[in-house]
């Protein structure tokens, strides 16, 4: 969103280039050092997309909990301005038919979960002491993939 918007209006947020310089470094390290082996980095398919793709080739489902998936505050702000792009759009209508959730879920919600990023936060299979677990399943406000 943050991306889309400076494409098309130049404004630079120096929240987003800083989370992008150090997003994945620690995430990383900790995996390796916890033997995880199953991780992909949020990019082009967004969040919803990359976590279907993994288990769609692992033939499991999972579950994410809205609240706990970090967001920029200004990606919220872009969302409600209307700088989505196509490909976020794109995204979430091709995972659309995996997907459920509860009725407190929006529109806006799936859109920040489809967002195409472009330096997005890892995505790990397994348990990552330290780091939050967005996977659980929780009363409401949550969405299910398969």
């Known amino acids: 969103l943050l991306n889309n918007r400076h494409k098309q209006t130049g404004e630079i947020f120096d929240e987003a280039v800083a989370t992008m310089a150090r997003l994945n470094r620690d995430a990383a390290a900790a995996a390796t050092e916890a033997g995880l082996r199953a991780a992909t980095d949020v990019t082009g398919f967004g969040l919803l997309g990359h976590l279907h793709k993994m288990c769609r080739a692992s033939e499991v489902g999972a579950v994410i909990d809205r609240g706990a998936v970090p967001v920029l505050e200004a990606a919220r702000v ?61 009363a409401g406000s949550g969405i299910q993939i398969r």
């Open 78 to 138: 872009a969302l409600k301005d209307g700088f989505v792009s196509g490909g976020t759009r794109r995204n979430l209508d091709w995972v659309r038919p995996h997907l459920t959730h509860s009725s407190d879920v929006t529109e806006d919600d799936l859109l920040l979960l489809a967002d195409a990023q472009t330096s997005g936060g890892l995505l790990v299979v397994g348990e990552l002491p330290g780091h939050p677990v967005i996977g659980h399943t929780v």
